[in-house]
């Protein structure tokens, strides 16, 4: 029967009800040295390693941790830098995420802290990139890289791309907003993550939109960091009967549709 150990902060064990809620062993708590003697046949880290400022740190902390086990396998998802910038998507930019990683570097960091890399690739629509690895005998791991890792050309002209196309998309979508409203339409978000408090910053929007909508229950209530929208569910949209629904993020938009085609509304509703 496999087993798993979640090593995080923020849990919160008493929300899990389902059946694999008595095969996890919950430790609310920063992962370090003093975890080191906890033995697993995968190590598995979702969207945290863009959270570590000393990410070179971190990785030869897990490298040690692992030890002589050269059979267990490390597997990363974090987001891709290159569709951030390609897509000029400002609102996945934002000061909790201490690095960026493209598939070339984050490959490189694997080899340099000793992990023999197995595979990069892309994946959720290609906004995440995935890397599986295994300890190394040597420090760097040798191994030749894969193609998805030749990125510096491609990187580089994004970023200028980026630049150059950042204001024109914020613009749009500030102009798009300011529109609905002044025409005594309403607006909202759907998504109160990190995406969604990005968005609104960047926007500088505040009065402009008064709710965001999520279907976590445990955010109804709260408010959006920095610009105060109330966050509700989707139900609430029925009563407020929005004109416009701003989706944070395209991988959802047929969901979310679908969803409010059976609230019986009828808003545009577009992704970013």
Known sequence: MGRGIGIDPSAHPERLTGAAAAKIEWITDFYSEAYAHLQADAVVCRHTLEHIAPVGDFMRMIRSSIGDRTDTIVLFELPDVRRVLEEVAFWDVYYEHCSYFSAGSLARLFRSSGFDVLDVALDYDDQYLLVEARPSATVPAQGAPFQIEDDMAVLSEAVTGFDTAYRAILDRWSSKVTDVV????????????????????????????????????????????????????????????????????????????????????RPEVVAV
């Open 182 to 265: 002044r025409a005594d339409g309403n607006v909202v978000i759907w998504g109160a993550g990190s995406k969604g408090v990005a968005f609104l910053t960047a926007l500088d929007i505040h009065d402009e939109i008064r709710f965001a909508v999520d279907i976590n229950p445990h955010k109804h209530g709260m408010f959006m960091a920095g610009t105060g929208q109330e966050i509700v569910s989707p139900q609430h949209l029925v009563a407020y009967d929005p004109d416009l629904v701003v989706v944070m993020n395209p991988v959802y938009l047929d969901e979310i549709r679908a969803e409010i085609q059976e609230l019986g509304i």
